[in-house]
């Protein structure tokens, strides 16, 4: 089935470190890639997304995600992360623009002062 | 705009009890869609609609919930009879479908308690 994995359930960080967050997908042909955000008691909130041309993508906040399509890969990145980035984060992804969006299961990110 | 608007933002009820989630996508929208989120089972997708329709309910849980969309402009999710295992985070997303662009924009969340 076509669907978006994410590696790492729980990070924690201090301030200042770099984050990179994993994730791959499954799905064959056109791809349109996700990260959301989730702040503490919050909903999803669109970091940022990639749907064709320069695959380095940049969002919100500092974020970055690179698609790499020999590695069915789009992992997230920060090179500085502060405590407001404390949240889950959400990869989702579809393989065209009248599919339905499929989750990965989100990673929580502790970033402690 | 005032984004995706769901009603109410918390409900308690009794096991058993009928609940009603509403939902209003942003205008202009027409691809609307019902999330869960529990902290053992993550985001699930429930069902959605493109233009009004139901694509997909493969994601409901039982015959229990169901859900209709009959306008643009409105949604409901309804549980009934409701049981404590439903208790999570009902989340209801809208996007614009132009088969390219298809960034979901997500409301503020239902909390549903069911006691």
């Known amino acids: 089935a076509q669907s978006v994995s994410q590696h790492n359930h729980h990070v924690i960080l201090s301030e200042a470190a770099s984050l990179e967050l994993g994730c791959n997908y499954s799905?064959?042909?056109?791809?349109?890639l996700f990260w959301y955000v989730q702040y503490p008691g919050q909903h999803l909130q669109l970091l940022l997304k990639?749907?064709?041309?320069?695959?380095l993508v940049k969002g919100i906040k500092g974020f970055e995600a690179e698609f790499i399509k020999s590695k069915f890969s789009f992992n997230l990145r920060k090179p500085s992360v502060q405590w407001s980035d404390t949240a889950e984060y959400f990869c989702a992804g579809n393989s065209g623009g009248y599919q339905k969006v499929t989750f990965g299961i989100g990673t929580k990110l502790q970033v402690i002062p | 705009d005032a984004g995706v608007i769901q009603s109410p933002r918390h409900e308690v009820t009794e096991m058993g009890q009928e609940v009603t989630l509403r939902c209003k996508p942003i205008s202009g929208h027409n691809s609307l869609f019902w999330y869960r989120q529990t902290m053992m089972r993550g985001l699930e997708l429930l069902i959605y609609?493109?233009?009004?329709?139901?694509?997909?309910d493969s994601g409901m849980p039982e015959d229990r919930f169901s859900a209709k969309m009959p306008n643009a402009s409105f949604s409901t999710l309804k549980i009934q009879p409701s049981e404590p295992r439903d208790s999570a985070v009902y989340f209801c997303?809208?996007?614009?479908?132009?088969?390219?662009?298809?960034?979901?924009?997500f409301g503020p969340g239902t909390r549903l308690t069911v006691l």
């Open positions: 997303a809208s996007r614009y479908l132009a088969g390219g662009d298809n960034e979901q924009f």
């Open positions: 609609f493109n233009n009004n329709v139901p694509i997909d």
């Open positions: 990639y749907f064709s041309g320069d695959p």
């Open positions: 799905y064959g042909g056109t791809v349109n």
